[in-house]
């Protein structure tokens, strides 16, 4: 839906998996839309790709096996800096900081950065919770509320996401 309402025709998604929210995606791009699925399990591509050749939206994907903060960086080393409308981080948690950096140099000036499981089951919340994944998320939900390039808003359902919009 936020793919729709934004009329993105270029979007980045990290860490497709079995490739449910890159075909959600490539179903609302337009015939000539564009996404660049990051995934580093080879063998879950090979799901998504399936999934991708059934619905007829193979040409829309670009699926890159690797790490996703590598293909990020790559994109950028290769002028597509401001190119992309939308980006979708469902992915290692222990990253989110670095893959938010990188896609803040990605995605345009009123583009989106949409984060999956920033509440993480609750644990966020839980101040005798403090493993890595659980502090990593915690420090990222932390320093987005600070950071003056995006406009935020954390929606509170399921294990909750954070809708970020470029300034």
């Known amino acids: 839906m936020l793919v729709q309402i934004l009329g993105a025709e270029r979007c980045i998604e990290v860490g497709t998996y079995t490739g449910y929210s890159s075909l959600a995606v490539a179903l609302v791009l337009p015939e000539g839309g564009h996404l660049v699925a990051c995934e580093r399990d080879g063998k ?10 059934r619905a007829g939206v193979s040409h829309k994907v670009d699926v890159r096996h690797g790490l996703a903060a590598d293909t990020l960086k790559s994109l950028i080393q290769n002028g597509e800096s401001c190119r992309y409308d939308f980006a979708f981080v469902d992915a290692e948690k222990k990253m989110y900081q670095e893959y938010f950096e990188l896609l803040l140099q ?7 950065i949409v984060v999956d499981n920033v509440l993480w089951h609750g644990r966020v919340s839980d101040p005798l919770v403090n493993d890595s994944k659980t502090l990593s998320i915690r420090n ?7 950071d003056n390039r995006v406009d935020i808003s954390m929606v509170p359902i399921g294990d909750g996401m954070t809708i970020c919009r470029k300034r």
């Open 140 to 146: 990222f939900n932390e320093n987005l509320m600070k």
């Open 44 to 53: 879950v591509i090979e799901v998504a790709k399936r999934y991708y050749d």
């Open 106 to 112: 990605l995605v345009r000036v009123g583009g989106l």
